[in-house]
Every structure is written in C-alpha cells, then in structure tokens.
C-alpha cells in the first residue's frame, strides 16, 4: 500500500501542518501586541509593539516558533492509531508513558516546548538567556530561563496526556462535514481550555522551581560560565510572583496549548476525511487502490478503516457505484461483490468467535449430497485420503475386527479383503523413533521459560502492592471485545444496505446467492451479542469526550446496528424468506424482524 502511505497521508499531514502554520502566524501577531501592551501606558506599549514587529530579531524567533510548532505536528503521524487503546492493567496504563519509544516522544514534547516558550519569551521582551553584567561577565537572564523551563514543563505535561488520555487515538466522526464547519467551533474552546490548562500546569510548576530549580539553573551556569544578578533573582517568593512574568506565563501556555491543541485536531479533521476508493479497476495499475483491496489492508488500520467507511457511504447514498458492485468481470464473474462480501462476513465472523457465538456453517442448508457408488465386487472405490471402510456384508480376515482395520491401514503389508488372491501376509512396521532427548529437554525448557512470566505474574498479585499494578480493571476484557465498534458498525451496514439495494437494483442476481451467509452471520451476531448487552457496563469513566463515550456504549451501538441491519432485510425480502436456505432456528429468530414488519404468514 505504498501510494497510500507515500501520497495520500503525507499529502494530508503536509496540508495539517501548513493550515497550522498559516493559522499561526496572526496568532503570533495577537501574541506580541499582548505581550508588549501596557494597562498604564497602552499607546506606548502599541508603538514598540508595531516597532518590534519589524525588526530582524522578530522575524528571526516568529520563525523558529513556527518551526517548532511544525516539529510537533510531525510527531502526530508516528504515534497515532485508529484502534482504541485499551489498558487491562494500571501497569499498562504506566506503560504506554514509559515505552520506550513513546518515552522519546514525550521528552520531544518537552524540547520543543521548552524551545516554543524561548520563542515566545524573545517575542514578548524578555530578552537572551544571558545579558553582560559587571563589565565582560555574562549574567544569566533567569526570567528567561523559567519562561524556558515552563514551556518544557507543559511539553513533557501535553507529551504524558496525550497517551493517557489517549488524544492519539483518530476518533471519525459520525457525520461527515466540510473541514471548516468542523474545526470553527472549536477555536474559543480550545483557547479556553488552554487558558485552565495553564493555570493548572502553574500550580505546579512554580512549586516544583522553588524547590527543584536551583539544580538545572546551577548547572546551566557551570557549563556557560554564568553569573547570576541577585537583584532580578527568582529564588525568593517576591521574585517568583512578578505580576509581569506571571501574565508572559499565561499568555505563553495558552498560546502553546492552543496551537498543539488545534493542530492536532487539524491533523484528526484530514486524516479522517472520507476517501473514495475505485470499485472496479478501469488500468492494471489500478488494482491495488481498490475498495476491496482496502477492506484487506490488515499491514494498514487506517487504510482499511477509510476502506469501510466509503462502503458505508457508498451503500447508503451511491446507486453508481453500488452498480458497480453488482456487475460482472469479463470472465462474468462478480469479482468486486465476491471480494467485499468474503471482506465482510470474515470480520463479523471473527468478531462473532470472540464473543463465543456459533460459526457461520452451523445456519445454512446444504442440499444432501448424492453418496458416492460401489463397485461391483463390493468394495468402495479409494477416496482422497486412502481406502474406504468396508461394507457391511464382506469379511476380514480371521484375528482382524473391523475396529483393528483402521490401525493395519498404517502398516507397511496390509491385506485387501474383497480382492481376488492374497496380498503378502501382515508384517508389522517399524516403530517411529522418538525424539532425542537432548531436544525433548531443549523444548520443555523453552515452553517453561514462555510459562515463567505468568507464574511470576501470578505470584506478584498475591503480594498487595503489586496486585494493585496487576490486578484486571474491571470490564477491561469485554471493552477489548468491541474496541473496533465503530469498524463493525460500517462493515454491517454497508453489507445490508447492499443487499438490500440489490433487490431493485442487481440486474444479474449475485446478491441472492449469498444472502443466506449474510442472514446467518448477522443473525449469530445478534445471538452473540445478546449474551454481552443484557447488563450496562459498571465503568464510571466520564463520556463527556468521544473517546470514553466508545469504550462505554460500542457494544449497544453494534447491536443496535445488527437490528437495523436485520430489520432493514426483513422488510425487503419478507415475501422470499422460504426459499432462503436457513436452518429453522436462524428462521424462528429472523421470524421476530418478519413479525415487526408485518409480514404475511407462512404457507
């Protein structure tokens, strides 16, 4: 799936990251003239802002501001997923931080925000990291270096929130619309929460600097031989509560959350825009850029989500390219409709093992197949796996029951009874050597090293610390069951809609042949999901965002899809349900979908 990684995503996270960028150069404007203005003198703070503006040095930090913004923007596209994370333990919740690799991420939060707020603190007035002092000494701006230090403060806090509260998780929305109608409402409240967001960071950061901050600042001033002005100190508390650095403070956070903020949700709104995937390939070359090949892509979740979701678009409102489902190759075969129906049944069919449901086999009838014939002298013909049993009328021979005849099949001299003449006497094979028992012990320990993490596991709960780390939060195993909800809910709605559209609209029939599989797998996915939605979940997360609200309510979602999905064939194929090769169990059950419609009664 090259041209999807190498065109169409980069080409969408390059457009997130420009539209950021562009949207961020009036920010940085707004962000100047703030700082530079003056509640006594505000004429006078407007002239050197308006002055500053156009000075080198500005135009030199506004850049490298946007180049870390940019920066940013670049470490969405390696962490994100469309699967929802899920954490069965709270030590997987410490996990998904201290990952190695996401550990990285996080500290290059943590530089490119403390590199942002340097930024910031140049634009705003406050100067280089060092001033001269005392004729050639070089004195360490302090007011500089805490504006630092908080933008990496909030870098490393955005870095830890983003993967708790799982902020990479791609969440598509339920109704398509225009990027612009998506993202103009959330600008005030972005600048809002950043604005609380701030607040917040600094009740802890400025207790953490009074402490702690001797430390980082005496080693910055050992390595760049710097001194230290006592009379623009930050050790004491008057120098910590200046009024002037502590609103640069606010203006800096909320201006770094929001533009992290909205830039990740620029890089959401582009990369969960619906795709159109061809249907039928018109150019050899095409066949890899195929819906179809889409719904296959398991290398790529994000590839064959967008896959699922032009099936659920195109089944609810493209009679085009529905048509292009149902037609015929030029070998007349209706290869598209073949390779998105299989696509489909096999995720219900797996999701329907998972829930312990029954197998797709067990609905549909078979025709009874004709038994093959004997030959003449009564014994059967050989199968594809050896000689058949013997019939009941012919004889063995003597010492052999018909129960040992199965274990002389295996020997090297057999006898053939039904066959004119004697085959050479049963002689017995030689017996199958066993293993080297250097081999037997190299397998038994390696099966009792893959055992030894569970035993230690379950040694460790025992204690009360641990088991406080290792212990299963509660419904964590049935949110794993519907963490692709949302995947399943566009699999069976695309599914039936088309069938159901196939009933006006499949001029050559290949729909008819599979609705009986289609009938069966929805149908064991309802008797499934039966047993998972009788009680609402115990969970107390909050479903204020979108991402809690999935993990609460996927599994009512996906049976109220497996109903509508089943109400909507009901209605279409109510006169032809008899002639449906459906056991009569699946039959009684789809009755209850045929009763609420109003169906006629059986003959």
């Not at 980082?216 to 001033?221: G, I, N, T």
């Not at 050597?433 to 993490?453: G, I, N, R, Y």
């Amino acid at each position: 799936m090259l041209w999807f990684s190498q065109v169409v995503f980069r080409w969408r996270t390059a457009a997130a990251t420009a539209w950021l960028l562009v949207l961020a150069v009036p920010a940085v404007l707004v962000f100047q003239l703030l700082a530079a203005c003056s509640p006594l003198h505000p004429l006078q703070g407007l002239a050197g802002c308006l002055a500053g503006l156009s000075s080198p040095r500005s135009v030199l930090f506004g850049f490298l501001y946007l180049s870390s913004l940019a920066g940013v923007c670049l470490l969405f596209p390696l962490t994100y997923t469309v699967k929802l994370p899920l954490h069965k333990t709270r030590l997987q919740i410490l996990w998904s931080v201290l990952a190695p690799r996401r550990a990285v991420v996080v500290l290059l939060y943590a530089l490119l925000g403390g590199g942002g707020a340097h930024c910031l603190a140049e634009l705003g007035g406050f100067g280089r990291l060092w001033k001269e002092c005392q004729g050639h000494e070089r004195c360490l701006n302090e007011q500089q270096w805490f504006c630092s230090l908080h933008g990496a403060f909030l870098g490393l806090c955005f870095g830890t929130s983003y993967f708790v509260d799982k902020e990479h998780f791609l969440v598509f929305p339920s109704i398509q619309q225009q990027k612009l109608f998506r993202l103009r409402g959330h600008l005030s409240s972005h600048l809002w929460e950043g604005f609380l967001w701030t607040l917040k960071g600094l009740r802890l950061f400025y207790p953490l600097y009074y402490l702690l901050g001797f430390y980082p600042r005496k080693k910055l001033m050992d390595n760049f031989e710097l001194h230290l002005r006592e009379d623009v100190s930050l050790t004491s508390l008057s120098g910590l509560l200046d009024a002037g650095l502590l609103l640069h403070l606010i203006l800096s956070g909320t201006m770094l959350h929001l533009s992290w903020g909205f830039g990740l949700r620029l890089f959401r709104a582009f990369h969960t825009e619906a795709l159109k995937f061809p249907v039928v390939a018109t150019f050899a070359g095409e066949s890899s850029r195929l819906l179809s090949t889409a719904l296959k892509s398991q290398s790529n979740p994000l590839l064959m989500y967008l896959g699922y979701l032009d099936l659920y678009q195109l089944s609810l409102h493209s009679a085009h390219r529905r048509r292009e489902i149902y037609s015929l190759n030029q070998s007349g075969q209706p290869a598209a409709w073949n390779d998105i129906n299989t696509a489909c049944l096999s995720l219900l069919t797996s999701l329907t093992t998972k829930l312990g449901g029954r197998s797709p086999e067990e609905g549909v009838v078979t025709p009874p197949t004709v038994p093959p014939s004997t030959s003449t002298n009564g014994v059967s013909p050989p199968t594809s796996k050896g000689w058949s049993d013997p019939p009941l009328g012919t004889l063995s021979p003597p010492g052999v029951t018909r129960r040992n005849v199965y274990n002389e099949r295996a020997r090297l001299w057999s006898y053939s009874p039904g066959v004119e003449g004697m085959q050479r006497p049963l002689r017995r094979g030689k017996e199958v050597p066993t293993e080297d028992t250097p081999l037997k012990k190299f397998k038994q320990m390696v099966s009792a090293m893959k055992a030894l993490p569970k035993k230690i596991s379950d040694k460790l709960k025992k204690k009360p610390f641990f088991a406080f780390f290792l212990a299963e939060l509660p419904e964590a195993a049935n949110q794993e069951l519907f963490a692709d909800c949302r995947l399943h809910v566009w699999a069976i709605t695309g599914i039936a809609e088309l069938s159901a559209a196939s009933y006006t609209e499949d001029t050559y029939g290949v729909v008819q042949r599979s609705l009986p599989k289609i009938l069966t797998a929805l149908i064991n996915l309802s008797q499934a999901l039966d047993k998972h939605v009788k009680a609402p979940l115990s969970s107390s997360k909050s479903t204020r965002n979108v991402r809690a609200a999935l993990e609460t309510n996927g599994r009512y979602a996906l049976k109220t899809a497996v109903q509508t999905a089943l109400n909507r064939l009901a209605t279409t194929f109510a006169m032809e349900r008899r002639s449906l090769q459906l056991s009569e169990d699946h039959l009684h059950y789809w009755s209850t979908f045929l009763g609420a419609v109003g169906s006629p009664p059986a003959s």
